[in-house]
Nanobody, 124 residues
Framework: QVQLVESGGGLVQAGGSMRLACVGD????????MYWVRQAPGKGLEWVAL????????DYSESVRGRFTISRVNAQRTLYLQMNDLKSEDTAVYYC?????????????????RGQGTQVTVSS
């Protein structure tokens, strides 16, 4: 049974930093592209960042490029999102998501599993 469990959310002041983590279980973590999405209050899911199975390639939405960094440690089955220079518009529930096919990139919203999310609140 696939499980994705996010952690690391909370309250931070604008301009601050925060790191989110997502632990994957029930599948061969190292062989799947992973990504982060977020949902702000009253809005739909927004893709944030994507990383290849081996961690050598990454892509970011325009809204976070240069401020956020996605990474992974496959030996620990863990995906990370380092968020710097946070803004009030980054306030959202953040979810990690798994691409469905072995070693194949997918585009949002074509994930097959998503975690329960972690709340990030940025105060201005």
């Amino acid at each position: 049974q696939v499980q994705l469990v996010e952690s690391g959310g909370g309250l931070v002041q604008a301009g601050g930093s925060m790191r989110l983590a997502c632990v994957g279980d029930g599948f061969f973590f190292a062989n799947y592209w992973m990504y982060w999405v977020r949902q702000a209050p009253g809005k739909g899911l927004e893709w944030v960042a994507l990383i290849s199975a081996g961690g050598t390639a990454a892509d970011y939405s325009e809204s976070v490029r240069g401020r956020f960094t996605i990474s992974r440690v496959n030996a620990q089955r863990t995906l990370y999102l380092q968020m710097n220079d946070l803004k009030s518009e980054d306030t959202a529930v953040y979810y990690c998501a798994k691409c469905p096919d072995w070693t194949t990139r997918c585009e949002h919203p074509h994930y097959d599993f998503r975690g329960q999310g972690t709340q990030v609140t940025v105060s201005s």
